[in-house]
């Protein structure tokens, strides 16, 4: 669900999503209104390629289901920090803004064969992203270029009271973790599994294709400790049961940008996303949203094309 912030998000790989499972969802955006000639954001609408700019729409893929990243509020509609980041921008470039609801694993394979123009997800800014690569390390697809807008790190979550004494990731040998399968926590738990052999405790490892039950294994005592993208686990154990749950223990590790991802060709609508994003932030409207979600921490100075590790 980190560039510039945590770090969400599963390396992304697998089948394209079947036209009958996307749910569209619509936001709110300029979509039409016209920039007068001392406009502060005309040159950065400017920038934006036809195809959209004709259109008055940009669509967006994105797993609604990371909480308090992305998710459905009361009225079943997409809310949280990127949903109103995508938003905002919508108004800068003048367009709408279309989310579409899509499993993690499936955001960058859907969005090269052009389900949607960007995908915005709690996605971390990575190498093996960018370049395409699978886990073996052999090429699996083009890649992609992220316009990073955020920094995240991953946090260990564990059950209220913290009774195994988990402070650090060595602490996690000879135990049983629980994650999302394809995300960032996932490359660290594979790399801490290699460390912990060396040790002689062996770290096993729960791979769940959702957040929400991954963390049920650590409230149901079938793993000790989950872990998770820091504002996700912050919100987990602040929200669940009145914060009576979880607890987020030891540090922060790892921190990379979340990124707006945008096929390697698209180096039009990259760049003019990258400019909206400066415009948001230049705006201080950036700084507001991050505060109402409480993710200050992981503000960004400035858009960065491709800043990850």
Known sequence: MPHLLPFRRPVLVGAVLATAGALLLTGCGGGGQAASADDPVKDVRDKL???QRSAGVLRIGMDVNYAPVEFRGPDGKP???DPEIATALGKILDVRIEFVDTTFAKLIPNLQSKQYDVAMSAISDIRQRRDGLD???KQANPGVDFVDYFIAGTSIVVPKGNPK???TLDDLCGKTIALQQGTTQDEIATRQVGVCARTGRQLTTHKLDSDAKALAEVASGAAQAGLNDFPVAAYAAKTTDGGNRYEVTGGQSTSNPYGIAVRKTDTQLRDAMAKAV???IRSGEYDKIL???SVSAGAA?????NGGI
């Open 49 to 51: 390629p036809a195809a």
């Open 291 to 293: 505060a109402k979600w």
């Open 165 to 167: 004494g988990i402070k």
């Open 79 to 81: 809310a949280g920090l």
């Open 278 to 280: 400066d415009q948001l």
């Open 301 to 305: 100075q400035n858009a960065v094309v």
């Open 135 to 137: 886990d073996s390390g």
